[in-house]
């Protein structure tokens, strides 16, 4: 069974920079895809980027492209996110998900492994 952990979450000033990890057990990372999603207060769960297994490569939204880099060592069994210019609208609860294969998705219905989360709070 695939298990995930995230960490690295914290509260942040706008414009400052967190980076997150997800750390897979279970399973060799290398065979799976990841993805990053984030999900606020009344709002629904939102991918922000996926990094392909095999390095079939990556995939941001628009909301964090240019801002947000995902990155993997799969000898390591961890997958990172580097989160710079943070707003506030960037606060929400940080999960990471997994999925056989390499297919590099932002749904998270595609997804069938899970992290516990890590909070993310950008604030003054």
């Known amino acids: 069974q695939l298990q995930l952990v995230e960490s690295g979450g914290g509260l942040v000033q706008p414009g400052g920079s967190l980076r997150l990890s997800c750390a897979v057990s279970?399973?060799?990372?290398?065979?799976?895809?990841i993805g990053w999603f984030r999900q606020a207060p009344g709002e629904e769960r939102e991918g922000t980027s996926c990094?392909?297994?095999?390095?079939?490569?990556?995939n941001y939204a628009d909301s964090v492209k240019g801002r947000f880099t995902i990155s993997r060592d799969n000898a390591k069994n961890t997958v990172y996110l580097q989160m710079n210019s943070l707003k506030p609208e960037d606060t929400a609860v940080y999960y990471c998900?997994?999925?056989?294969?390499?297919?590099?998705?932002?749904?998270?219905?595609?997804?069938?492994?899970w992290g516990q989360g890590t909070q993310v709070t950008v604030s003054s």
């Open positions: 990094s392909s297994s095999g390095g079939y490569g990556t």
């Open positions: 279970g399973s060799p990372l290398a065979y799976y895809t």
């Open positions: 998900a997994a999925r056989f294969g390499r297919m590099c998705t932002m749904e998270a219905s595609n997804y069938n492994y």
